[in-house]
């Protein structure tokens, strides 16, 4: 759970507003001629997140076989996710494994967590295509920001 | 493999063609409806622990008992069925195939990889190969079913939010310390 840092423009970024006395969150998005080339480390992107941590946690309730070790590991994944990477799509198995999983324009990457363990898949449409684990940071790391990039492109 | 080949699946009673369509049946939890088509997540390709395999209908089967779609679709309502040929299964993933009768429905079979477990790669493959033959219901599920996308963080209430998000820590961990605490408001 090591690979935190992704290099490239960064398109915007989710803020707190209050109006009326009711907070809410929103995507400010900066203008095609302010888009500074950022390296992004630990932005938290807590409010971004918000929806998937409470279907992480609905989904695990709703499974018996998802041992809260999985449960908190992938939480934390989710919740230090740079905030560049859009929301994954999340599933829990019949093993009691959970999934978190990007595909966004032809690319796909799939980590599945199953305790101490987790599997990592990518595929992009250039052909490339591995299996590895978390510890493969920079090749996770290039994998998140082709994610990345590709969700910035069809916002 | 040609369609007509036959294929015997790990010792099965009965040969299988390899054109034979395996009808998988996944859950809505496990169905990225934002994508079009729809595509099943990895997860729908798991084995279960029960069985240590992964369960399919054989189309052949169902036919041969004088049963269709249809009639799979009614026996699990609510489930999205997607397929793979069962030369799919054996020659591009190298599962094997076996027989598995059941009493409440033909075709049942299952789908074991040699290896004891499916890799990632084969089961996001899987994903992605496999064809959407029906999905329940006429229409998608309505929206509060669909799996949040980042735009749809759009107007989240703050205080609703977190509450919802609270509530929902106490519940999970309350059923694994066997009691019921209630969340602080």
Not at chain 1, 7 to 22: E, K, L, Q
């Given at each position: 759970?090591?690979?935190s ?6 398109g915007?970024n989710?803020?707190w507003?209050?109006?009326n ?7 400010v998005?900066?203008?095609a ?16 997140r918000?929806?998937v941590?409470?279907?992480l946690l ?11 070790y ?11 996710l ?15 494994s959970?999934?978190?999983e990007?595909?966004?324009g032809?690319?796909s ?17 250039t052909?490339?295509?591995?299996e590895s ?23 | 493999?040609a ?5 015997f ?8 063609r ?18 079009t088509?729809?595509v099943p997540s ?28 249809s ?9 999205w ?6 030369n799919?299964l054996?020659?591009?993933f ?6 598995d009768?059941?009493?409440?429905f ?10 004891g ?13 496999c ?12 929206a ?11 107007g ?11 509530h ?14 209630v969340?602080?408001?």
């Amino acid at each position: 759970m090591t690979a935190s840092v992704l290099d490239f423009p960064v398109g915007g970024n989710w803020r707190w507003s209050s109006t009326n006395g009711t907070q809410q969150v929103a995507y400010v998005n900066k203008g095609a001629d302010n888009l500074p080339t950022a390296t992004l480390g630990r932005e938290r992107s807590y409010g971004q997140r918000t929806d998937v941590l409470q279907r992480l946690l609905e989904l695990s309730f709703k499974s018996p076989q998802v041992q809260p070790y999985t449960l908190a590991r992938v939480l934390e994944w989710v919740h230090n996710l740079p905030e560049a990477m859009p929301n994954p799509f999340v599933a829990t198995g019949d093993d009691g494994s959970i999934s978190t999983e990007w595909d966004v324009g032809g690319n796909s990457l799939h980590i599945t967590f199953e305790r101490d363990m987790e599997e990592v898949y990518f595929s992009s449409p250039t052909g490339e295509e591995w299996e590895s684990s978390l510890d493969a940071v920079d090749k996770l790391s290039s994998a998140m920001r082709i994610i990345a990039l590709a969700a910035l492109s069809r916002r | 493999m040609a369609d007509s080949t036959l294929v015997f699946g790990g010792g099965a009673p009965e040969a299988i063609r390899g054109n034979c369509r395996a009808f998988r049946l996944v859950k809505s939890d496990w169905v990225k409806v934002e994508l079009t088509p729809p595509v099943p997540s990895s997860q729908a390709f798991q084995d279960r622990s029960e069985s240590g395999a992964m369960s399919v209908y054989l189309e052949d089967e169902i036919n041969s008992a004088g049963h269709s779609l249809s009639d799979l679709q009614k026996r699990w309502e609510g489930y999205w069925v997607f397929s793979l040929t069962v030369n799919q299964l054996i020659e591009e993933f190298g599962q094997e195939v076996v027989r598995d009768p059941q009493p409440d429905f033909p075709g049942h079979a299952l789908v074991r990889d040699p290896s004891g477990k499916r890799t990632q790669g084969k089961r996001s493959r899987m994903a992605s190969v496999c064809v959407l033959v029906s999905q329940p219901g006429s229409e998608l599920p309505n929206a509060q079913e669909v799996q949040p996308l980042d735009e749809n963080s759009h107007g989240t209430s703050l205080p609703d939010t977190i509450w919802r998000f609270k509530h929902r820590v106490w519940r999970y961990f309350a059923r694994w310390t066997g009691k019921w605490f209630v969340p602080p408001s």
